[in-house]
């Protein structure tokens, strides 16, 4: 065999081996593929959502775009009692978007819960805005903006979570409703300009009861939710 036919055997071989390997690779999922849009708590960019690829944004698990299939609602019916409202809540967003698991949900949510109470209590404006609805963002702004005009700080530390459940769920149109019940206990106290506690306690551990709404469009690509409205839970 010539040395031209030798190099042509060569690089011949080599291909061979280059494609075998790519295939290999590529016909196979390894669970770590992102969706065409961030799986953050936030949604698509926009002049209203600068700032949101900061490294503290909530990710909520989401599979792709599909249609219910016959066990499609196991989750729902594990979580919620078949025949119930909730259930069929929860079913009905499953039947708008096949991503949507209960537990997950609940589990992104609560993180979600941490990150604004954190946020609002440093007055950090910018985590708040990539997590609530415009509505909710300017009701936080407002209250913190005058907290600042008073001279006041808060000082909280968040102790934990106790119990976070999925109390209604329902569909608005094209947009998945998700309301909570969320169970916290918080130290948390407010400080004049003098650094006097004029509300709270510096180290009681109070328990905190919420009801909490979480909104997102089902035709969006997006799978960002964001909290639409708040209500103590007496």
Not at 162 to 174: T, V, W
Request: aromatic fraction near 8%; proline fraction near 5%; avoid cysteine.
């Amino acid at each position: 065999m010539g040395s031209f036919d030798f190099v042509t055997f060569f690089f011949f071989v080599a291909a061979v081996i280059i494609f075998i390997q790519l295939r290999s690779v590529l016909g196979k999922r390894t669970g770590n593929e992102r969706p065409p849009h961030d799986q953050s708590v936030r949604r698509e960019q926009s002049p209203a959502a600068e700032g949101m690829d900061d490294p503290k944004v909530v990710t909520l698990p989401r599979r792709g775009r599909e249609t219910p299939g016959p066990d499609e609602f196991a989750a729902v019916d594990a979580y919620a009692e078949p025949g119930s409202e909730l259930n069929k809540g929860l079913r009905d967003v499953v039947t708008a978007d096949p991503s949507f698991e209960p537990k997950e949900f609940v589990g992104g949510a609560t993180t979600a819960y941490e990150m604004i109470v954190s946020a609002f209590a440093e007055g950090d404006r910018k985590t708040l805005k990539g997590l609530l609805s415009r509505e909710v963002f300017e009701g936080f702004v407002a209250a913190i903006d005058e907290r600042e005009k008073r001279g006041e700080t808060v000082r909280s530390n968040f102790v934990g979570i106790e119990k976070s459940n999925i109390i209604q769920a329902e569909m608005k149109g094209a947009e998945a409703n998700i309301t909570l019940r969320i169970v916290s206990q918080l130290i948390s106290a407010t400080l004049d300009k003098d650094g006097e506690v004029i509300e709270g306690d510096l180290v009681e551990v109070t328990d905190v009861n919420d009801v909490w709404t979480f909104a997102r469009d089902t035709r969006s690509r997006d799978p960002n939710w964001r909290l639409i409205a708040t209500e103590a839970d007496q």
